[in-house]
């Protein structure tokens, strides 16, 4: 067996519309209109290609579960989200890259990353 990428990442939000404004108004994913109704709340984004599936849910303890989602200017982001009031850590090597994390509004980590810094000076 040999997997072809990744479909989709699941997380569990206890407020959709607060998550919505988090993931779309703040990050820029969108809003994909194929979800079907599983008789519970939830929200399908698309970032990039890739999809991320909102659950309306108790989200888990943080366990070093994240997301991570790539930035092609990691500054920027971080400054753009701070300037809206967000909380985010400072941008650290990991890599040839650069992360900085934050929370989304049900407390599940989110991760920008900025790859192969060193390739693009």
Not at 57 to 66: C, N, S, Y
Not at 75 to 92: M, N, Q, W
Not at 110 to 117: F, K, N, R, S, Y
């Amino acid at each position: 067996m040999r997997s072809l990428g990744v479909h989709h990442v699941s997380l569990n939000v206890d407020d959709v519309s607060a998550a919505l404004d988090f993931y779309v108004g703040r990050l820029g994913c969108a809003v994909r209109d194929d979800r079907p109704d599983f008789g519970f709340g939830g929200a399908w984004l698309d970032v990039g290609g890739q999809q991320i599936h909102l659950i309306e849910a108790a989200a888990p303890d943080d366990r070093g579960q994240h997301v991570a989602l790539r930035v092609a200017d990691l500054a920027a982001s971080v400054a753009e989200l701070r300037r809206a009031g967000l909380t985010i850590s400072d941008p650290s090597p990991v890599g040839s890259g650069l992360q900085a994390f934050l929370h989304d509004p049900a407390g599940n980590l989110v991760e920008l990353h900025q790859a192969d810094v060193a390739a693009e000076a």
